[in-house]
């Protein structure tokens, strides 16, 4: 899912033995070679309205741009925007002024409008976009969303070629995170070209960031970022060409980072233990989830009962330990660590709210035996429908054998797909139980909580709680440390009723060659190739 978005980018440069070895005399061959990068899965869509998972959300990062966007240290900076504004009518009116050398990779300039475009379309419901709430606080949005009124009627207009605003019912602490990472422009000329087909291949897409997209069919797993030459940064960007190949075997990444192929890749479980002290290993935590939800559309997996005694048969801790091996973290309840602090003492959430999310074989079997008597049936057959990543398989497997082990009668099925596939089943309903994760692009918990939230686009559970729906409304209008204490009475609710399964917190570890520099990464971002340089 969406990520949005930390997210695994790993690295493959293939080069040949004779470049490898070239003198001094070869620097602009080396400045020009080809930085070959991998995604564990291929993304589903180009087009930033529509994108949900975060292969799609790596590709859009990589190539659009927005009114802000993030240097290389991942600090917020202006990016189409002359500068970062502050807000005027306490926090609810934000008014831009764009750079006039920002322009598409077709040349076209990017203008007000383009930015009006996008978030109107995002927002009608006919685009049916899956992640439209990251406008629910513009002026209007409820009731274009209801169909009450046109997307025309949206709080955001053009004062100008070069001059936007944007109108909001209430102050938004992290729209600074919003406008950098989900506001983008669209070309409506090019997108009106190719209708609902906009975004599912390279030819079909336009882009205004420092690459522009090349050689993506929609289906195939390998495709080009090329340097975009009407960028308005672009003679800071190093790297001409980016190759990326969907690569889902991490065997085969770490043979080609141990062959000298490649720069950059992500790594988990036993290599990451075994290489503690290797100089080339990188790891950080990321702002993501991995988690379970039920279909509670299905009487078979509509049962508190069943969450319940799956959240308790999890080991979190042998979990992260033995079967990841990553670094990454039990996660301790829906808030991951790092993702909010308290107002009145500067506290984590996570960490002060504490653990809501025990071990307990002896709730775990109880609760099982209580869904037993509630289905009336001695046993029952399930189905764990995940990606089909190495990580997700050894996710999975690890649930079905806890499963399978603890809870008499219990069957437990595993069906792990490619990642476009399973993103397809989450929007059809297709599935029993799902493993999937969600990544943030900014630092507030009220994104992980909104997912369990009544009239969320994103919640694939049909679960409905009208105590964690009015927690999550109070907090929503409350500001500071009001808001604070709301999120995490609505975190203790949720995590009581387990509307959603947490499992653990992702860390990333990243193997970066030493004849590349750049490459930086932070709990909401990945690194971003325009940054990178051959040493």
Known sequence: MQKKMLLSGLGVCLLGVALAGCSSGSSQATKNKTLNVTLPSEPATADPNKDTDTNSASLIYQTMEGLYTYDKHNKLVPGVATKVVKPTDNGKTYTFNLKKNAKWANGDPVTAQDFVYSFRRQVDPKTKAQYANVFQ???????VQAGKVSPSQLGVKALGKDKLQFKLTQPVPYLNNLIASKYMPLNREFVEKYGQKYGTSASKTMTNGPYKLVGWTGSNSSWSYVKNNHYWNAKQVKIPKVKVTATKDENTAQDLFKSGKVQETTVSGQY???????????THLVGRLQYLYFNNKKPQTNSENLRQAVSYVVNRQALTKQVLQDGSKPALSM????DQTNPKN???????????????????????????????????TLNLLTDDTDEDKHVGAYIQANMKKYFKGAKVTVTSLPHAQHVSR??????????????????????????AAKGNTVNFTGWNDNQFNRLMTAADKATGQARYDGLVKANKRLMAVKGLVPLYQPSEAKLVSSKVGGLHYSLLNEAQYQYAYWK
């Open 137 to 143: 606080y513009f002026v209007n949005y409820d009731k």
């Open 272 to 282: 990451v233990r075994a290489n503690a002290n290797n100089k080339n290993l990188q």
């Open 335 to 338: 808030v991951p660590r790092g």
């Open 346 to 380: 500067g506290k984590d959430m996570a960490t002060e709210t504490g653990n809501l999310l025990p071990y307990n074989l002896e709730k775990a079997k109880s609760y099982w035996n209580k869904y037993l008597k509630e289905t009336g049936k001695k046993t029952v």
């Open 426 to 451: 989450d929007f059809a309903g297709n599935f029993e139980m799902n493993l999937t994760g969600w990544s943030t692009n900014w630092l507030d918990s009220a994104d992980f909580l909104s997912l």
